[in-house]
């Protein structure tokens, strides 16, 4: 079985993770730029942490068999701190670059004027630098801000093909497949969106346009709820080909759409550096 | 740029890319901000592969991009450290390897570029290292920062024929600081890269002084196998400059 996650920050998990995700199947992921758990303060945290998603991290990733992309954005949240707005400036630069396959994620988080501004301006971008976005929807007043999201969406003129719209449940993932956009479910191990209820939403509204992730990051998550979701739609009825059309086939189509996706098969192999520098520690 | 190399490109390049090229480099003579979306897209649209001379078809291409900026002086050494700034290690092998260039055309560029170099020498990416030691940094580097540089290839086992202007500046001091060094190893037992025999033979009497010969009588077996492989490598070599 072959599996891509759509949405993994693995800039916060260990090797032991990388290691268990290789065994389970995980060839390939995407990494969102996001926030942190603890709010920046100025830009130039933002492009170091740009940089060690283009960078160190998908050196990591590959030392275990793993390829690794990214999206890059400013996210909703510190959209709203004056001091991180100007990030929007230096995007571009970073939207150039051959391993960012998305803008994203970008959204909604309390549907503020600033957050407004940021994710107009993104869907611009997106738009001339040819690139998917990846939005995310708002944990709270899930519905209302999802409705907003999409009419934003239409207005910037962006293809809905070009949009994964992500995070979405039994309650808003009617209003997604209607826009035409792509559709993601973020399983999490108590909240979101567990194997199970995945598995009905898939027998009900079909696995085209769908596209399941783990979205584990510092929090309480699993990297492996990708694989785990897999084996839940096998034990619900579907053949090997609907699962490698969830797990593999529809990210890849997805993200393909930038045209720099060119994935080639990795061998785990802890000998190489970057800049010089391993994971590996001393006395090896 | 080295005519081989620009030759090189142009056989290189397929019809798209060399289409997208010609129009990069009008794009980024006319608008001010083009070359920083423009620069880092270059590897997938002019190919990635090996050119001549340790280049890459994406180097030259940089670099070509680069000579077409309208920047002058101050101004181009800021827009080219951004580039760098934000650049991955691909892009700033491709700014490194512009300096002398830039420079040749624009003599008010001097050495601006010299904060790129020495990044570069501090780091630990043998790739940028070598791309550092051009014939850029062979003309401003300063005496201590040369030979501190030499030293580091050394260390960092890049082949020494990657280091520009040797032949002028290698002096007694480097021959010295190298044959320290290959006393340092021989002391551990181990073995010396060959190209530093030419700078310290160059020299007389560096060798002796180091008290590498000494180790040829001691105690220890493997310092004594060690400095007999050293000494019979010293006597083969031809003095650097003596070829």
Same mark, same amino acid.
């Given at each position: 079985?072959?599996?891509?996650?759509?949405?993994?920050?693995?800039?916060?998990?260990?090797?032991?993770?990388?290691?268990?995700?290789?065994?389970?199947?995980?060839?390939?992921v995407v990494e969102p730029s996001f926030w942190l758990g603890q709010p920046r303060t100025s830009v130039d945290s933002f492009t170091d942490y740009f940089d060690a998603l283009l960078g160190w991290e998908p050196y990591r990733a590959a030392q275990f068999g793993i390829q690794h992309r990214c999206t890059i954005a400013l996210n909703p949240k510190e959209a709203n701190d004056p001091r991180c707005a100007a990030v929007l400036d230096v995007l571009p630069r970073y939207l150039a670059k051959d391993r960012v396959v998305a803008v994203g994620e970008i959204g909604y988080d309390s549907m503020t004027p600033e957050e407004d501004e940021a994710l107009a301006r993104q869907l611009a971008l997106a738009v001339e630098f040819e690139l998917p976005v990846l939005v995310h929807t708002p944990h709270r007043d899930k519905?209302?801000?999802?409705?907003? /999201?999409?009419?934003? #969406?239409?207005? &910037? =003129?962006?293809?809905?093909?070009?949009?994964?719209?992500?995070?979405?449940?039994?309650? /808003?993932?009617?209003? #997604?497949?209607? &826009? =035409?956009?792509?559709?993601?479910f973020s399983v999490y191990p108590d909240t979101k969106m567990s194997e199970d209820r995945m598995v009905r939403i898939l027998q009900e509204h079909g696995t085209g346009r769908k596209l399941v992730n783990s979205a584990a990051d510092w929090g309480r998550s699993d990297p492996l709820k990708t694989r785990k979701t897999a084996d839940a739609m096998l034990a619900g009825g579907f053949d090997d080909d609907a699962v490698d059309e969830v797990m593999w086939r529809n990210p890849v189509a997805f993200y393909g759409q930038s045209g720099r996706l060119d994935l080639e098969e990795v061998k785990p192999d802890d000998t190489a550096l970057f800049a010089g520098n391993s994971i590996r520690r001393g006395g090896e | 740029m080295d005519p081989h190399i620009r030759a090189a490109l142009d056989r290189q390049l397929t019809g798209d890319a060399r289409r997208w090229l010609v129009d990069a480099v009008v794009r980024v003579s006319q608008d001010l901000t083009a070359v920083r979306t423009v620069f880092p897209a270059v590897g997938r649209r002019c190919g990635r592969g090996p050119l001549a001379a340790g280049w890459t078809v994406a180097d030259a291409a940089r670099v070509r991009l680069l000579a077409a900026?309208?920047?002058?002086?101050?101004?181009?050494?800021?827009?080219?450290?951004?580039?760098?700034?934000?650049?991955?290690?691909?892009?700033?092998?491709?700014?490194?390897?512009?300096?002398?260039?830039?420079?040749?055309?624009?003599?008010?560029?001097?050495?601006?570029g010299l904060p790129l170099v020495r990044e570069a020498l501090r780091g630990n990416d043998t790739d940028l290292i070598a791309a550092a030691l051009g014939p850029y940094a062979a003309r401003h580097l300063d005496q201590d920062g040369y030979r501190q540089a030499v030293l580091k290839c050394v260390?960092?086992?890049?082949?020494?024929?990657?280091?520009?202007?040797?032949?002028?500046?290698?002096?007694?001091?480097?021959?010295?600081?190298?044959?320290?060094?290959?006393?340092?190893?021989?002391?551990?037992?181990?073995?010396?890269?060959?190209?530093?025999?030419?700078?310290?033979?160059?020299?007389?009497?560096?060798?002796?002084?180091?008290?590498?010969?000494?180790?040829?009588?001691?105690?220890?077996?493997?310092?004594?196998?060690?400095?007999?492989?050293?000494?019979?490598?010293?006597?083969?070599?031809?003095p650097a400059g003596a070829s």
């Amino acid at each position: 079985m072959r599996i891509f996650d759509p949405h993994i920050h693995m800039t916060s998990r260990t090797t032991d993770d990388y290691e268990a995700m290789y065994a389970a199947g995980v060839r390939a992921v995407v990494e969102p730029s996001f926030w942190l758990g603890q709010p920046r303060t100025s830009v130039d945290s933002f492009t170091d942490y740009f940089d060690a998603l283009l960078g160190w991290e998908p050196y990591r990733a590959a030392q275990f068999g793993i390829q690794h992309r990214c999206t890059i954005a400013l996210n909703p949240k510190e959209a709203n701190d004056p001091r991180c707005a100007a990030v929007l400036d230096v995007l571009p630069r970073y939207l150039a670059k051959d391993r960012v396959v998305a803008v994203g994620e970008i959204g909604y988080d309390s549907m503020t004027p600033e957050e407004d501004e940021a994710l107009a301006r993104q869907l611009a971008l997106a738009v001339e630098f040819e690139l998917p976005v990846l939005v995310h929807t708002p944990h709270r007043d899930k519905a209302v801000g999802t409705r907003r /999201t999409l009419d934003v #969406v239409r207005e &910037s =003129g962006i293809p809905p093909e070009r949009v994964l719209v992500d995070h979405l449940n039994e309650l /808003t993932v009617g209003l #997604v497949a209607d &826009s =035409g956009c792509w559709m993601g479910f973020s399983v999490y191990p108590d909240t979101k969106m567990s194997e199970d209820r995945m598995v009905r939403i898939l027998q009900e509204h079909g696995t085209g346009r769908k596209l399941v992730n783990s979205a584990a990051d510092w929090g309480r998550s699993d990297p492996l709820k990708t694989r785990k979701t897999a084996d839940a739609m096998l034990a619900g009825g579907f053949d090997d080909d609907a699962v490698d059309e969830v797990m593999w086939r529809n990210p890849v189509a997805f993200y393909g759409q930038s045209g720099r996706l060119d994935l080639e098969e990795v061998k785990p192999d802890d000998t190489a550096l970057f800049a010089g520098n391993s994971i590996r520690r001393g006395g090896e | 740029m080295d005519p081989h190399i620009r030759a090189a490109l142009d056989r290189q390049l397929t019809g798209d890319a060399r289409r997208w090229l010609v129009d990069a480099v009008v794009r980024v003579s006319q608008d001010l901000t083009a070359v920083r979306t423009v620069f880092p897209a270059v590897g997938r649209r002019c190919g990635r592969g090996p050119l001549a001379a340790g280049w890459t078809v994406a180097d030259a291409a940089r670099v070509r991009l680069l000579a077409a900026l309208p920047l002058r002086g101050a101004e181009l050494a800021e827009e080219i450290t951004a580039l760098h700034r934000y650049g991955e290690p691909a892009e700033q092998r491709a700014v490194l390897r512009s300096l002398a260039l830039l420079e040749d055309a624009d003599p008010s560029f001097a050495g601006l570029g010299l904060p790129l170099v020495r990044e570069a020498l501090r780091g630990n990416d043998t790739d940028l290292i070598a791309a550092a030691l051009g014939p850029y940094a062979a003309r401003h580097l300063d005496q201590d920062g040369y030979r501190q540089a030499v030293l580091k290839c050394v260390f960092c086992e890049i082949p020494l024929d990657r280091v520009a202007g040797l032949d002028e500046r290698a002096d007694r001091e480097l021959a010295r600081m190298l044959a320290d060094f290959a006393h340092e190893r021989v002391a551990a037992g181990r073995d010396i890269p060959a190209d530093v025999w030419p700078i310290v033979r160059a020299h007389a009497g560096v060798l002796e002084a180091s008290g590498l010969p000494a180790e040829a009588d001691s105690p220890v077996p493997d310092r004594r196998a060690a400095a007999v492989r050293a000494l019979t490598a010293y006597s083969a070599t031809a003095p650097a400059g003596a070829s």
